[in-house]
């Protein structure tokens, strides 16, 4: 085929560099295809899902612990089978993986959001608003990711009420992720910053008077994004995880919530007594999402860092 | 089938054994919380009260059928109604070597009595306690009592000497405030204090100079008790041997332990009686946002919420049938019980016409605050409740907590709850503390508030109705109650009271579970229908 005379869009990105090295490697193409089969999936929800876990009236107790449909006791209408309080195991893993996502989504973003602007400061500027900026992003990085969660978690519940913070409870975890993820992302770009500064097309901006916001959003930004999209794939896995640690811990969403986490947590109850589709089938979707957003995340790397070419 | 008590049998074989020639046997056992505080008058619950009592001891205690015991009195009588004269034992050194006597009775009764003690139901303000000598205690009350000694067996004598010296003041609640006691002890039990971090582990080991040694069949010298909150792991780690006793092992896993080679099941009824308590009393219903109204103060509300519930589908489908469904605020085997109260019948259409009647057609909301590591499958019910009263359009906003973060919610003075569960277990064994504890109005004298923040620290009759259930009625057949010494007066007026509060829809019984212990194969335990785990009667074979 030739790349010049591809019809569409699609087409067009298929046969670029990266598109090739999408199309070359199997691994990728499944990751990709589970990967938005699942944000798919998450976002459709309402849709798909034949009931909805919010509605607290729906759940009846006399349907608990049904095994998946295609077992000897199982019903068809819980195609995964029910957890102890009778919730159709399906729809709440669709409705889980959907708060996962969201929540993976937005910290990643805030991180990077913040990670950039900090990073740039500090590696344009140097001296004391990099040592300041750096010692922070240092002293933040001794803290694993859990901690500083469950720090503010901690922190937010002194101060909130505990309606308030039930219903704030997704912005916390938000929250407690995008901190714990931007000082990675300072990093690099501090890194990257530096040693894009030296170039000539950044002197030679300097000289023609652009003012160093302007230099730092138009000619240092888009050279510093390709390792930042790296590490924010990579981060979407590690907020993901993270959201539903939190909630296995019992910290995260309220209790009664749809939250993956939440469900491993229960599942984990039953995990001796037979009832084991309540651990297994939400285990699983954690897993295959985080495993492609790693992969995607692998691919992401092959084909933007230079060195590895 | 799990053995439901154990026989007299393994008792006698127990005997048998002698405890000093058996070198260290040590018992490691897990539960799902940590005690709440070393210091045996800061809070009144199963759990810790029954840990303590195997290091300090009360002037009475319970056999493991529940019958009173002589501990460190060695006899009482009655010299007339209100006068209990009491022999104390003479052999008895605290754990420090100092000799117990007269003077540590008089000093445990003060203190069980003033600042925030949770025991202060235990004995009247107003009574009186007199050394005669060294070995002889009088308790004079202005009321004749004739169960006065029934409350005794987790009221423990304190020894004054350790107490002046290391400065330890009044039981205070407030975890700020830690005395001494908190994390120390000086009782006079089998079992001494070796080292405790307080959420992590805490080891015992066996006090040599026990005045009751070879009168009780353990042979343990060691203790270790970890608590482990999460089920799964608490009996995983039963099934591997790294652990001899837990408790409770969660009705979905009774099956598989028993499977096991290595565990079985010591199971019996409790007499602990599991409810949902009310908010009754607050202007405002917590959580609801209604300003300045609480509909759960209305009767007909009440029964809407006790109509909604499905208990049967609770107990066959999260208890698994492991539990006896409840009626009255006590259990079978309690005095003053009778089978012939029924639970308001199941019927969400009932439940939605009341909730119509009281002006709620579309129900309301508020919160409903759980634990998950107090009780059997705690957090399970919980949501089944809440998902329950869903279905007649209440709306239970349910906050699953810790125990520690629970009870501070839902216990004096925060009471912050619209519906919470708890449990209680009538330490006299008898109707009365119910009704005392539960069901009269808490309020310090009858012209003020009820739960008046001013005058917490005064409050004692009614110490645990957090719901503020208030009745003058039942203030006044409880005083009855207390000092009618007719056994079938007595117990006429307590089938009066229970029927007056059940129809009052003071609170929501739910139900008795079936404690499961996990036991270790060799090792032998007494389970009591009270819960309480009593290291005397535990032996470990090697």
Known sequence: MNPERSPNLIMRLLDSDAGYKFRSSPVTVVAGLVFVLMIGAALLAPVIAPFDPFDKGSIDLMNSLLPPAWNSGGDPAFLLGTDNQGRDLFSTILYGTRTSVFVGAVSVSLAVVAGLFLGLLAGYFGGLVDAIIMRIVDIQMTFPAIMVALLIDGVTRSFLSRDQHDELAVFVIILAMALSIWPQVARTVRASAMVEKSREYVMAAQVIGRGPWLIMARHILPNVMGPVLVIATINLGVAILGEATLSFLGLGIPAGEPSLGTLIRIGNDFIFSGERWMLIYPGLTLALLVLSVNLLGDWLRDVLDPKSR | ?542
């Open chain 2, 1 to 542: 089938m799990p053995n439901i008590r154990l026989s007299s049998v393994f008792l006698a074989s127990a005997l048998a054994l002698s405890p000093a020639a058996s070198g260290a046997e040590t018992l490691r056992f897990a539960s799902q919380g940590d005690i709440g505080s070393m210091d045996p008058y800061v809070v009144e619950e199963v759990f810790t009260s029954g840990f303590l009592g195997n290091i300090y001891e009360g002037l009475v205690r319970r056999a493991p059928d529940l019958s009173i015991q002589p501990a460190l009195a060695e006899s009482w009588e009655l010299l007339s109604p209100t006068h209990w004269r009491f022999h104390l034992r003479k052999d008895v050194t605290f754990h420090d070597g100092t000799p117990f006597n007269a003077d540590d009775v008089i000093y445990s009764a003060d203190r069980v009595r003033a600042g925030a003690s949770d025991f202060k139901n235990r004995l009247p303000s107003d009574a009186k306690v007199v050394a005669v000598d060294d070995y002889t205690v009088d308790f004079i009350t202005t009321e004749p009592n004739p169960i006065l000694h029934y409350t005794w067996a987790n009221w423990y004598i304190m020894n004054r000497d350790w107490a002046e010296a290391n400065g330890v003041g009044d039981a205070d609640k407030a975890a700020s405030e830690e005395s001494y006691a908190t994390l120390h002890e000086n009782g006079t039990g089998p079992f001494q204090l070796v080292s405790r971090a307080p959420g992590v582990k805490t080891t015992l080991s066996r006090y040599d100079g026990w005045w009751g040694e070879g009168s009780v069949p353990t042979n343990v010298t060691e203790v270790e008790y970890t608590p482990v909150p999460n089920a799964a792991t608490r009996v995983a780690a039963l099934l591997s041997g790294q652990l001899d006793v837990v408790f409770p092992v969660p009705v979905q896993d009774i099956a598989r332990v028993e499977a096991a080679p290595s565990g079985k099941i010591e199971a019996g009824p409790e007499v602990r009686t599991m409810y949902l308590t009310m908010n009754q009393w607050r202007d405002t219903l917590p959580g609801s946002g209604l300003e300045g109204k609480n509909p759960l103060k209305d009767r007909r509300v009440r029964e809407a919420m006790y109509r909604a519930i499905d208990l049967e589908t609770i107990h066959a489908r999260i208890l698994r049938g492991r539990a006896t469904p409840a009626a009255l605020m006590v259990a079978p085997g309690v005095n003053g019980y009778s089978d012939s109260f029924k639970r308001y019948e199941y019927d969400p259409d009932r439940s939605k016409e009341l909730l119509a009647e009281a002006g709620y057609p579309d129900g309301f909301t508020f919160t409903f605050q759980c634990s998950n590591n107090m009780y059997v499958n705690d957090e399970a019910i919980c949501l089944a409740v809440s998902n329950m009263l869903a279905k007649v359009g209440i709306d239970a906003k349910a906050n699953v907590q810790a125990k520690a973060q629970y009870l501070e919610a839902i216990l004096s003075p925060n009471m912050d709850f619209g519906l919470a569960m708890l449990g209680t277990t009538p330490a006299s064994l008898d109707s009365h503390i119910a009704l005392y504890s539960l069901h009269m109005c808490p309020r310090a004298d009858e012209n003020s508030a009820v739960w008046a923040p001013d005058d917490l620290a005064k409050i004692v009759a009614g110490k645990s109705n957090f719901a503020g259930y208030c009745n003058p009625e039942i203030d006044r057949l409880a005083n009855e109650i207390l000092i009618e010494t007719d056994e079938d007066k007595r117990n006429a007026l307590i089938n009066e009271a229970w029927t007056i509060t059940t129809d009052d829809v003071a609170y929501i019984p739910l139900h008795q579970s079936w404690g499961a212990w996990g036991v270790r194969e060799g090792v032998g335990v007494e389970v009591r229908a009270d819960n309480i785990f009593d290291w005397r009667y535990v032996t470990v074979a090697e």
